[in-house]
């Protein structure tokens, strides 16, 4: 058989070419097609959050961090240091340790400020408790005469004596923001999401009245008494019904004991810090001051209370996990 003429081949060539086009378009169609499926589906499953601000004003931070910020704060307002105190605290913080209690760092630096044990800050273990090196942080701080008026570089330098004193005003704008929002200044001002590790792990009183207590102090919250839980509330379904399986969920109300006109604020700061804990502590729903924020709620915003003891400016109510 003679060559193929060019008039015969072409036509199949321009088919062969038009199918690799079209199959090459289909698999990239399906690709598309699959993405959008899985964004659509996972889209509102974003690692949890935290988040304070709003607008462009805005911080966003991990799990972790806010529990860190929260007790850093809550120690510095039981020890009567002024909001300004906090926000030196939370810069230096976010700058030695990105608000992680980290246990390497430059030589035998650790933890959330990173503190040295050859430096006399206290023991490896010591330091790894944030409330213990958050103490030691302020007992510093406090030493240092005006130091609510002087720049914040300076004033975290004097405590920490770092090589780069300059980097802790990068983090100013936004432990400002944290601690407007863990003091309690700012009112409904921390929203979070919270993982669902564990969902059938339940939430202890006990344990968030403890830590409730390392952070605040003894008289944050009241001692259990015969017939109450460990948060003092009227028994473990007070207020709280049930869940979907019938357990009763327990039930806090940790009294809000402030000075005339800082009740809101010392409210907001309790409900803050139990928000910024919720992940860790197992609770499900934090009400004050006519708002509610809900672990279950994929915003992790603060909504209007329905519930008759949501208005209560007395007492802030958590309930754990069932």
């Known amino acids: 058989m003679g060559p193929v003429s060019e008039r015969s081949r072409t036509p199949r060539t321009r088919r ?3 199918l690799g086009r079209y199959t090459a378009a289909f698999v990239v169609l399906c690709g598309l097609i699959a993405y959008v499926a899985v964004h659509h589906v996972t889209g509102s499953k974003r690692a949890p959050v935290c988040t304070v601000g709003s607008g462009e004003n805005t911080y966003e931070f991990t799990l972790e961090q806010a529990a860190n910020a929260a007790t850093i704060s809550a120690v510095g307002t039981t020890r009567r240091m002024p909001e300004r105190a906090v926000t030196i605290a939370l ?5 030695e340790s990105a608000l992680r209690n980290i246990q390497h760092g430059d030589r035998d630096s650790l933890g959330l400020f990173q503190q040295r044990p050859s430096m ?3 023991t490896p273990e010591q330091i790894m408790d944030p409330v213990y090196s958050s103490g030691k942080f302020y ?17 975290a330098q004097k405590v920490q004596k770092s090589g780069f004193p300059q980097a802790y005003a990068k983090h100013e704008p936004d432990a400002a923001l944290l601690a407007a929002a863990l003091t309690g200044r700012s009112a409904a001002a921390l929203s979070c999401t919270t993982s669902k590790v564990d969902p059938g792990r339940p939430g202890d009183p006990a344990k968030v009245r403890a830590e409730l207590v390392r952070a605040f ?17 009227s028994g473990r379904n007070a207020g709280g019904g049930t869940d979907a399986k019938g357990a009763a969920p327990a ?9 005339p006109g800082t009740g809101a604020r010392r409210g907001w700061e309790l409900a803050h810090w139990a928000v910024a804990r919720a992940d860790d502590l197992r609770i499900a729903e934090v009400t004050y001051g006519g ?3 809900r672990a279950s709620d994929v915003s992790g915003t603060w909504t209007r209370s329905r519930t008759p003891d949501g208005t209560a400016a007395d007492a802030v109510r958590i309930r754990l996990e069932p």
């Open 217 to 233: 102090g003894e008289k944050v919250a009241p001692k259990p008494t015969a017939g109450a839980d460990a948060g003092g509330s």
């Open 139 to 155: 007992e510093g701080l406090a030493k240092v005469p005006g130091y609510s008026r002087l720049p914040l570089t300076v004033a």
């Open 291 to 293: 708002k509610v924020w």
């Open 16 to 18: 062969t070419g038009r």
């Open 91 to 95: 810069a230096t913080a976010l700058q």
């Open 120 to 122: 006399g800050w206290g």
């Open 251 to 259: 039930v806090l109300s940790v009294p809000v004991v402030a000075t």
